[in-house]
């Protein structure tokens, strides 16, 4: 029997005739470009969403059950690792939101220019940066 694995790496040209596909190099080969990066930081700042939002769940939840949950809840966040976990979730959460509006602008087929795809990843790790700085200083300072 021949191995099913060939089969996968037979293709056909345009005009039909038959050819063997390359085997794509693995991930070690790849060096890391900015659109790669940001895509897998994308995608990894969406899980840390799911996350958060159940971390959010738990803290509503325990403010509308009793004064006993809530302050466990509380006791958690405040702590340092508390504090840790809503500061990175707060960066996934600008990181998420402005690379959701740079792949909508994709979507309505600006910016694929090299130029521009470089500009607008840069624009959006800093404007991450600077609205994470934003909300931190708002809530602790502010409020």
Same mark, same amino acid.
């Given at each position: =029997?021949?191995? +099913?694995r060939?089969?996968?790496? &037979?293709?056909?040209?345009?005009?039909g005739? #038959? !050819?063997?596909? #390359?085997?794509? #190099?693995?991930?070690?080969?790849?060096?890391?470009? %900015?659109?790669?990066?940001?895509? %897998?930081?994308?995608?990894?700042?969406?899980?840390a969403?799911? +996350?958060?939002?159940?971390? *959010? &769940?738990?803290? *509503?939840?325990?403010?509308a059950?009793?004064?006993v $949950?809530? $302050?466990? !809840?509380s =006791? +958690? /966040?405040?702590?340092?690792?508390?504090?840790? $976990?809503?500061?990175?979730?707060?960066v @996934?959460?600008?990181?998420?939101?402005?690379?959701?509006?740079?792949?909508?602008?994709?979507?309505?087929?600006?910016?694929?220019? *090299?130029?521009? +795809?470089?500009?607008?990843? $840069? @624009? !959006? /790790?800093?404007?991450?940066? &600077?609205?994470t !700085?934003?909300?931190?200083?708002i809530? %602790? %300072?502010v &409020?």
């Amino acid at each position: =029997m021949k191995d +099913v694995r060939e089969a996968l790496f &037979v293709g056909t040209t345009t005009s039909g005739k #038959p !050819v063997r596909r #390359p085997i794509s #190099p693995h991930l070690q080969i790849y060096k890391p470009q %900015i659109t790669s990066v940001l895509s %897998i930081f994308h995608r990894i700042t969406g899980c840390a969403l799911a +996350v958060g939002t159940l971390v *959010l &769940v738990w803290w *509503l939840v325990a403010a509308a059950t009793s004064d006993v $949950a809530f $302050a466990t !809840v509380s =006791m +958690v /966040l405040h702590t340092w690792v508390g504090h840790l $976990a809503l500061f990175g979730w707060t960066v @996934a959460l600008w990181y998420h939101f402005c690379a959701g509006i740079r792949h909508l602008v994709w979507d309505a087929g600006y910016g694929y220019e *090299l130029s521009s +795809v470089h500009t607008s990843g $840069a @624009a !959006v /790790l800093a404007a991450t940066v &600077v609205l994470t !700085v934003l909300t931190w200083f708002i809530g %602790i %300072i502010v &409020v």
